[in-house]
């Protein structure tokens, strides 16, 4: 089993899920143990993708609609500027904007996140009402900057996999 060297991600210690309108959408859950990190072995075209030996296999209308990144968030709580690549220097915070279609209260949400192909760290929230957003915040931490690399962020929706989204810090 391979993990991360301790520290490799030191600016992304801060994680937060919340809605645009409170906080108290979502009730943070204790994470199970994380997948073994190992290398990302990308399906054929078609296919689904592997990372860790697990088959990740999107279920269509699975309560996500789409997933955006973005540093700022517009007035109406949508993604403001969506991006797949951030800069570490001037970028302290990514928000995964998460489109909710017919969640409601005590629905789970997950995410599973890689760097660079390696399991990188998890987070779910239990909804606590409906909305039309959903946020995973992921700040750095005074003093760092978000860890350069290639990132994979796969979301969960009550265990069965519904989005997975691409993104990178240079």
Known sequence: MSSLPLGLLPGLLVLSA??????????????????????????????????????????????????????????????????TTFDHT???????????????????VRFDRYLNGNHADSKSATLTKKGRFFYFNFTARNGTTLAVGQYRLRFFVADHAVQEVSYLVR
Do not use: H, M, W, Y
Request: contains cysteine; hydrophobic residues 30%.
């Open 90 to 108: 001037r970028d302290r915070k990514i928000i995964a904007v998460l489109t909710l279609s017919g969640l409601g209260p005590g629905t789970k």
């Open 18 to 83: 919340c809605n645009a309108s409170t906080a108290s959408l979502a009730r943070p859950s204790p994470s199970g143990p994380k997948p073994p990190g190992v290398s990302s072995r990308p399906g054929a075209p078609g296919t689904p993708a592997q990372v860790g030996g697990a088959t990740f296999s999107p279920v269509p209308g699975g309560g996500i609609a789409k997933v955006e990144l973005t540093a700022t968030l517009a007035p109406d709580g949508s993604a403001q500027s969506p991006s």
